[in-house]
């Protein structure tokens, strides 16, 4: 079965500072991964994904993510933390042969962003 | 840009009772998804829907709930007897195709509190 943890349910940097939502995945067959974020009282918005294609990812708001197989780990990373990113961010895979393309979540972190 | 809409955005119920989440997915998307978080929980996948079958459902999704099609738009989430426990955030998400690696766009849900 596939899962996938995300340590840390809280993490806090200062604004300016690099931002590293970590990620690791379970899977038996080659994963698809994602990255959600969910601003207070919305839905889940996508900032990236990877598809078996490139290693390194790019989504939006500057955020980008990078797949090792070895590692089994999709981390989340930002250069320089702005006040807007403070949201919740959940990693998901999905990809089981035995699957409906549902996806499976991890737990979530929360990103603080100091001032 | 498209989004996926749902109603309502709060609703408050008396254990017993039967709700029906509304969702409109977007428009030419085919697959449709509900998912529910409870409160400090991970995201938990209840169902998939695909040309008017549920293509999978999870552990979650007993006899109480049902999903309907109604017309080309909407996408209904029904829990005929709500117990305390289907507290929670439910989500609707919709993709424009299967395939592991598609997107899936979230509405920002329905906050249900069953009393």
């Known amino acids: 079965a596939q899962s996938v943890t995300q340590l840390g349910s809280h993490v806090s940097v200062s604004e300016g500072a690099l931002v590293l939502l970590r990620c690791n995945y379970s899977s038996s067959v080659p994963p698809y991964l994602f990255w959600y974020v969910q601003y207070p009282n919305q839905g889940l918005q996508l900032l990236l994904k990877y598809t078996s294609a490139a290693t390194l990812v790019k989504g939006i708001n500057g955020f980008e993510a990078e797949f090792k197989k070895s590692e089994t780990s999709f981390h989340l990373t930002k250069p320089s933390a702005h006040m807007s990113d403070a949201a919740e961010y959940f990693c998901a895979v999905s990809g089981s042969k035995d699957s409906s393309y549902k996806l499976i979540f991890g737990s979530g972190t929360r990103l603080l962003v100091r001032p | 840009e498209p989004e996926v809409t749902q109603t309502p955005s709060h609703q408050v119920t008396q254990m017993g009772q039967e709700v029906i989440l509304r969702c409109v997915p977007i428009?030419?998307?085919?697959?449709f998804y509900w998912y529910r978080q409870i409160l400090g929980q991970k995201v938990e996948f209840l169902v998939s829907?695909?040309?008017?079958?549920?293509?999978?459902k999870s552990e979650i999704f007993d006899d109480q709930f049902s999903v309907e099609r109604p017309d080309g738009s909407n996408f209904t989430l029904k829990i005929r007897s709500t117990k305390l426990e289907d507290s929670a955030m439910y989500f609707c998400?919709?993709?424009?195709?299967?395939?592991?690696?598609?997107?899936?766009?979230f509405g920002p849900g329905t906050r249900l509190l069953v009393l």
């Open positions: 998400a919709s993709s424009s195709s299967g395939g592991f690696g598609k997107t899936q766009y």
């Open positions: 829907f695909y040309n008017n079958e549920i293509s999978e």
């Open positions: 428009s030419n998307h085919l697959y």
